[in-house]
């Protein structure tokens, strides 16, 4: 049985301890530091929730952060992760407690303070990230419950996005980028085959989708086959939508500073053809 030795209570909630092979660590859990002295134990069975910080940057920040951070507001964001990790049964990465605790808090004082929060690639994040974004619309339903706050449709997407970070350990500043590319790519497509592109369609959802993937594929160097016959095929008979493909494959190239495989060009072609001519 894993015995933790209380060094310091930081708050009811959160308390800096020892754990068996004397490395320190930040423990984190609803009431866990209420009337804990130095020196107590306590054991992992007993806890209920309980958050362990490892990274030692991430715990330096984590401890930076608690002062600047409304003890009710902590509680409040503690159990917010508690809803996703429930929600989205997959291990978090334990950078959620620092980027959630700093991003939530800081857009919690804006609004207190009158300032607008705005997300202009509010859609995108709802297309790219379905399941994210459903659970971060329980987040901040709840948030806003709790500290009877009002936090805006916007803060959704920004929690989804961390959401999204802590399940799959990409940084906020890629995901950031990767909806910006996605809300660029369908500004290049709407102007190229002179369409307007409804943000609450299927049409929109299957695009996003599409390039998301497509994407991913990049950043991961998946190797995708090009099918010859079909892409001179689809040259002749599509050579508008094949020339935006490669217009776009090369505003993938530029942005995300890495080779496509020509293969991406057919894939994207059929997707834009099918979009015209259902938009048309």
Request: hydrophobic content about 40%; some cysteine.
């Amino acid at each position: 049985m894993v015995l933790y030795t209380v060094k310091k209570a930081l708050n009811n909630n959160v308390l800096i301890a020892s754990d068996d092979e004397g490395q320190e660590v930040v423990l984190i859990g609803k009431g866990i530091g209420f009337n804990r002295k130095k020196n107590d134990t306590i054991t992992q069975d007993a806890i209920e929730k309980l958050f362990v910080l490892r990274n030692e940057r991430e715990q330096a920040n984590y401890i930076k952060l608690l002062p600047q951070v409304d003890e009710a507001v902590l509680k409040t964001i503690i159990e917010s992760i508690n809803i996703i990790q429930a929600r989205s049964n997959t291990p978090l990465h334990e950078k959620v407690h620092v980027a959630l605790t700093d991003h939530t808090a800081f857009a919690i004082t804006r609004l207190l303070k009158g300032m607008a929060i705005k997300n202009p690639f509010l859609k995108e994040t709802k297309a790219l990230y379905p399941a994210e974004y459903e659970i971060a619309a329980d987040v901040v339903d709840y948030i806003n419950q709790s500290l009877q706050v009002e936090l805006p449709e916007g803060e959704i997407g920004f929690i989804a996005l961390h959401i999204h970070s802590a399940i799959t350990d990409k940084a906020i500043a890629d995901l950031n980028k990767y909806s910006q590319l996605v809300t660029k790519l369908i500004n290049v497509i709407e102007d190229q085959l002179e369409i307007q592109i409804d943000r609450e369609s299927i049409h929109y959802l299957r695009l996003v989708r599409h390039l998301r993937y497509t994407i991913e594929r990049i950043t991961n160097n998946e190797f995708i086959e090009e099918p010859e016959k079909i892409a001179n095929l689809l040259k002749t008979e599509y050579p508008v939508c094949y020339n935006l493909a490669w217009k776009l494959i090369k505003i993938m190239q530029q942005t995300l500073n890495t080779s496509v495989y020509d293969g991406e060009v057919v894939y994207l072609t059929m997707h834009l053809q099918r979009l015209n001519n259902k938009i048309d």
